[in-house]
């Protein structure tokens, strides 16, 4: 068995505490492949951030689960020797569905886990989520608990209409569980279609009411935030201009996110984003270079966006920039 500590990670008791005390949120940024990696490590770095690297259970079907392990460990080392940061690393499963899943994770080396047990019934949803807490605490791994559904598509968790976060369920289910965070639907969803949206119509804003009432319940317990990508436009823009049909995509407006950040939320998700701009430089290499065929020539423009647009979002979005 791996212990996370061993890696170079550390778990989100400080990194929560330390955001909630400060009133800004941790990144938690998804990857899949080196680019991506390296990217988040160089700009959370540079900006002097705390991150933390989520997998979800189709990236460790994709990348192979040794494999994401020692990528991971390796982007720290990265860190360390070569950026020459010593900013705070989780090692987070994003979306597990089962108690073997996270109990393979902590095996190898994963320092925090999240149980969605959100689409079963009530009761079910705290059994299994407790099973989690209880074997994770012993290795003292963090776990992340949802209350509510999240419309949208990512990876395997799909879900065609939202379902707030009923505060009355809040206290109980944090008591019952044991959780040390929780990821709550307030209004932002996965994918990059977030709202419909008609010509002339705006954004209708995050269910703030919600987040109040269940900061009143539960105070000082730290709430996560999934579906938090702002899908920006000029990237939209970049990507259907050389070919693709992303038709009237739109995200969480940055205003909302920081105003999210200043509350007890301390952990923001954020994917879609990172999907979104690598796609959209590699279709521009593509369209403009076609006699490229160097992956390092595609790639790496794609890697440089998506440092910027991270550091971007630590300074002017999370507010963890220089937290690390």
Same mark, same amino acid.
């Given at each position: 068995?791996?212990?996370? *500590?061993?890696?170079?990670?550390? /778990?989100?008791?400080? $990194?929560?505490?330390?955001? $909630?005390?400060?009133?800004?949120?941790?990144?938690? =940024?998804?990857?899949?492949?080196?680019?991506?990696?390296?990217?988040? $490590?160089?700009?959370?770095?540079?900006?002097?951030?705390?991150?933390?690297?989520?997998?979800?259970?189709?990236?460790?079907?994709?990348?192979?689960? !040794?494999?994401?392990?020692? $990528?991971?460990?390796?982007?720290?080392?990265?860190?360390?020797?070569?950026?020459?940061?010593?900013?705070?690393?989780?090692?987070?499963?994003?979306?597990?569905? #089962?108690? +073997?899943?996270?109990? #393979?994770?902590?095996?190898?080396?994963?320092?925090?886990?999240?149980?969605?047990?959100?689409? @079963?019934?009530?009761?079910? /949803?705290?059994?299994?989520?407790?099973?989690?807490?209880?074997?994770?605490?012993?290795?003292?791994?963090?776990?992340?608990? +949802?209350?509510?559904?999240?419309?949208?598509?990512?990876?395997?968790?799909?879900?065609?209409?939202?379902?707030? !976060?009923?505060?009355?369920?809040?206290?109980?289910?944090?008591?019952? !569980?044991?959780?040390?965070?929780?990821?709550?639907?307030?209004?932002?969803?996965?994918?990059?279609?977030?709202? *419909? &949206?008609?010509?002339?119509?705006?954004?209708?804003?995050?269910?703030?009411?919600?987040? +109040?009432?269940?900061?009143?319940?539960?105070?000082?317990? #730290?709430? &996560?935030?999934?579906?938090?990508?702002?899908?920006?436009?000029?990237? &939209?823009?970049?990507?259907?201009? =050389?070919?693709?049909?992303?038709?009237?995509?739109?995200?969480?407006?940055?205003?909302?996110?920081?105003?999210?950040?200043?509350?007890?939320?301390?952990?923001?998700?954020?994917?879609?984003?990172?999907?979104?701009?690598?796609?959209?430089?590699?279709?521009?290499?593509?369209?403009?270079?076609?006699?490229?065929?160097?992956?390092?020539?595609?790639?790496?423009?794609?890697?440089?966006? @998506?440092?910027?647009?991270?550091?971007?979002?630590?300074?002017? &979005?999370?507010?963890?920039?220089?937290?690390?």
């Amino acid at each position: 068995m791996a212990n996370y *500590k061993d890696l170079g990670f550390v /778990n989100t008791k400080e $990194m929560f505490k330390k955001a $909630m005390e400060g009133g800004y949120a941790i990144p938690a =940024y998804n990857f899949n492949n080196m680019e991506q990696l390296q990217s988040i $490590m160089m700009g959370c770095a540079e900006s002097n951030s705390p991150v933390i690297l989520q997998v979800s259970s189709g990236a460790r079907k994709y990348a192979n689960q !040794t494999l994401l392990q020692y $990528m991971a460990e390796g982007a720290v080392q990265m860190t360390r020797k070569d950026l020459k940061s010593n900013i705070p690393v989780a090692l987070h499963l994003d979306h597990g569905d #089962s108690l +073997e899943l996270c109990v #393979s994770c902590i095996e190898s080396g994963f320092s925090s886990v999240m149980i969605d047990g959100s689409a @079963l019934p009530y009761e079910k /949803n705290i059994e299994l989520t407790k099973k989690v807490v209880e074997y994770a605490h012993k290795y003292d791994v963090t776990v992340e608990g +949802e209350l509510g559904v999240l419309a949208g598509i990512e990876d395997d968790v799909k879900a065609e209409v939202p379902h707030y !976060t009923n505060p009355e369920d809040v206290e109980d289910f944090v008591k019952k !569980t044991g959780v040390d965070s929780l990821a709550i639907s307030i209004g932002t969803s996965h994918g990059a279609y977030k709202f *419909k &949206v008609e010509p002339g119509k705006t954004i209708p804003p995050l269910r703030f009411d919600i987040l +109040e009432e269940i900061e009143k319940r539960i105070p000082g317990f #730290s709430i &996560v935030l999934h579906g938090s990508s702002s899908v920006p436009a000029e990237f &939209v823009e970049l990507c259907n201009k =050389y070919g693709g049909k992303l038709q009237n995509a739109v995200g969480i407006p940055e205003e909302q996110l920081r105003k999210a950040a200043k509350s007890a939320v301390c952990k923001i998700n954020i994917d879609t984003d990172g999907r979104l701009v690598v796609t959209a430089k590699i279709r521009e290499v593509f369209a403009t270079k076609p006699e490229e065929f160097d992956p390092r020539k595609y790639l790496g423009p794609a890697r440089e966006a @998506l440092k910027n647009l991270i550091i971007h979002k630590n300074k002017e &979005v999370l507010g963890s920039a220089g937290r690390g």
